[in-house]
């Protein structure tokens, strides 16, 4: 009660309302990143671009676009943007299954009002409501490879991905052209 009072007399004075804290009994392993804290919530997966915009695909795109997560606690939009591997990748992919579904997730909330950082989650475990098992968020690599057969090979994954090195091959490493990356290589290499 004593929240809710606050909370209001934020809002009516213009105030920001006092962050909720979604720490208790998160598993959540840290990252050592500024400004995050474990949280663990009850949300609904959605397609962002249908949820902001109108534009609905179906089975939320399967797969093909950013996932969001409807907190249950205060219908807030969170933006999902890792899972629980060391590159910044697979959130979408991790919860494109549960399109629709009410899910637990436990993993990192960033939030960091000076870098305009609001929402930002690190997705590490994933369960609809009322199941037991969890399911780590660690299959984007994996699912990866799955797709890109003749990109094996050493080195990180990006080097060999196809899309990248066509993105590379039309507009060069900078993005800004081949004859810019020329320059810029002969400029400071």
Do not use: H
């Amino acid at each position: 009660m004593k929240r809710i009072a606050m909370t209001t007399a934020a809002l009516c004075l213009g105030l920001p309302a006092v962050a909720q804290d979604f720490s208790d009994g998160s598993e959540a392993k840290t990252w050592n990143l500024a400004a995050e804290t474990p949280a663990r919530f009850e949300a609904t997966v959605v397609d962002m671009l249908c949820e902001l915009t109108g534009d609905c695909a179906e089975n939320c795109g399967g797969g093909q676009r950013q996932m969001g997560l409807v907190r249950a606690a205060d219908g807030v939009l969170v933006y999902p943007n890792k899972n629980n591997q060391p590159a910044f990748t697979g959130a979408a992919l991790e919860l494109a299954p549960y399109c629709g579904a009410e899910v637990e997730v436990d993993g990192l909330m960033i939030e960091d009002p000076e870098l305009g950082a609001t929402n930002i989650y690190l997705v590490q475990k994933i369960r609809e409501v009322g199941e037991s098992e969890w399911v780590t968020a660690n299959s984007w690599t994996k699912k990866w490879a799955e797709a890109n057969p003749d990109a094996e090979g050493k080195g990180p994954w990006f080097r060999r991905d196809p899309r990248v090195n066509d993105m590379i091959g039309e507009s060069g490493y900078l993005g800004l052209g081949l004859e810019a990356d020329e320059a810029f290589i002969e400029e400071w290499f």
